[in-house]
C-alpha cells in the first residue's frame, strides 16, 4: 500500500510512520522539513507548508491513501484536498474528541454523539475554537470523499515522545516518590490511548478500507487519576500518597484532570475502535516506555508542571 502522511515527524504522526512501515507500506512524508529531520531515513520526503498554501509538491502523484496529521482548520485540508483530488484512495483525518459537545453528554458515549457547531472564520485555536474547526474539517473531507472518508477521533494521547506535560508529568512525579499533590479528585475517570495503539488503529483502518469514525480511547482497562499515579508509582518502584487539593489553586485542565461536570469526557465508548482493529495496551507498559524515554532524554522542563516549591506550599494548605 502506498500511503502518503501530511506531517509524520512529531508525535502521533511519528506512530503512524512506524506503523505503516511496519506493516511493509510504501510512506511518502509531506512536511515544512524543519523537525524530524533525522527520522525515517530512506523516507521519500515531500517540502511544503500548510501554513502557505504550498501544495505543489503533491501534484501530479497519487497514493492508495492519505493520513492527515497535520489539519487543524479547514483552509488546511481544503487545500489539501484541492492539490490531491482523486489521485488517493482514501482520505483519512486525525480528528479530536474535542468535536463533542461538552455537556448533556453521559458515561459511554459513542461516535454518533452530538458535535459542536462548526466554526470556519478564525485560525485562532483555543479552547473555544479548536474542537469546532476540527468539526468543519471533518466536515469537509466527508464531503469531498464520502465512503472514501475515514475520521480518528483521538483522546488523550500519551507514549515515548510526547512533549506535552499529560502522563509525562505524572509518570516523572510518581517516580519521585511522596506525597503527590493532585490539583481535583482521585476518582476521576481518565482516558489515555497509547499513540502506537492508536498508529495501529490507523493502519488496520486503512488496510481493511474501512469508512467512518472511530474513537482512539485508552487504556486496557478503565482507570481513575488515583489508579493512574499508582501505576505510575508501581512501574517506577517508587512509593506515593495521593493528596488531593483544590483545582483552582492550580488550572481546571492540569495534565489529565478535569472538572467533575466534564468527567463523562474520559468515558467515552472504545467498542467501534475495539472491533475495527484499535489494541488496549496495558497502562502500565505505556507507562514504563514513557519512564525510560523521559530518563534518555534528560527529563527536560514540562509546559505545565508543579514546582517543587508550589507543590509543597499547596500540600502545606491541604
Not at 523516507?43 to 497519487?62: N, Q, S
Not at 487545500?79 to 461538552?102: C, E, K, N, P
Not at 493502519?203 to 467512518?212: E, K, W, Y
Request: aromatic share 6%; net charge negative; with cysteine.
Amino acid at each position: 500500500m502506498r500511503i502518503l502522511i501530511l506531517g509524520g515527524t512529531s508525535f502521533v504522526g511519528r506512530a503512524v510512520v512506524d506503523d505503516a512501515l511496519r506493516r511493509g507500506a510504501e510512506v511518502t512524508l509531506f512536511s515544512r522539513g524543519r523537525t524530524g529531520t533525522e527520522l525515517f531515513p530512506g523516507v521519500p520526503r515531500l517540502i511544503g507548508d500548510r501554513d502557505t498554501g504550498d501544495y505543489a509538491a503533491l501534484h501530479g502523484r497519487g497514493w492508495d491513501a492519505v493520513v492527515d496529521v497535520s489539519g487543524y482548520v479547514p483552509r488546511h485540508v481544503g487545500q489539501a484536498m484541492a492539490a490531491l483530488g482523486d489521485r488517493v484512495g482514501r482520505y483519512l483525518f486525525i480528528s479530536s474528541h474535542a468535536v463533542y459537545l461538552r455537556m448533556g453528554v453521559g458515561p459511554g458515549s459513542d461516535e454518533d454523539t452530538p458535535r459542536r457547531p462548526p466554526v470556519r472564520d478564525t485560525e485562532e485555536l483555543d479552547e473555544d475554537t479548536y474542537g469546532p474547526c476540527k468539526v468543519a474539517c471533518e466536515d469537509d473531507v466527508v464531503a469531498r470523499y464520502g465512503s472514501r472518508a475515514t475520521i480518528v477521533r483521538l483522546g488523550k494521547v500519551a507514549g515515548p515522545h510526547d512533549v506535552q506535560s499529560g502522563l509525562t508529568y505524572w509518570v516523572r512525579r510518581a517516580a519521585r516518590g511522596g506525597r503527590v499533590a493532585l490539583p481535583g479528585s482521585p476518582e476521576q475517570p481518565v482516558q489515555v490511548v497509547d499513540s502506537r495503539d492508536a498508529a495501529r488503529l490507523v493502519g488496520q483502518l486503512l488496510l481493511d478500507d474501512r469508512a467512518g469514525a472511530f474513537h482512539a480511547v485508552g487504556p486496557a482497562e478503565p482507570t481513575t487519576m488515583a489508579g493512574l499515579i499508582s501505576t505510575c508509582a508501581r512501574v517506577a518502584g517508587s512509593q506515593v500518597e495521593v493528596v488531593p487539593v483544590p483545582a483552582e489553586a492550580v488550572s481546571p485542565f492540569f495534565p489529565l484532570t478535569r472538572p467533575e461536570s466534564l468527567w463523562p469526557t474520559q468515558q467515552r465508548s472504545p467498542a467501534r475502535a475495539r472491533a475495527a482493529g484499535l489494541p488496549a495496551t496495558p497502562l502500565a507498559v505505556t507507562v514504563a516506555d514513557v519512564l525510560a524515554w523521559d530518563r534518555e532524554r534528560g527529563e527536560p522542563p514540562l509546559p505545565h508542571e508543579l514546582s517543587a516549591s508550589q507543590e509543597a506550599e499547596l500540600l502545606a494548605q491541604a
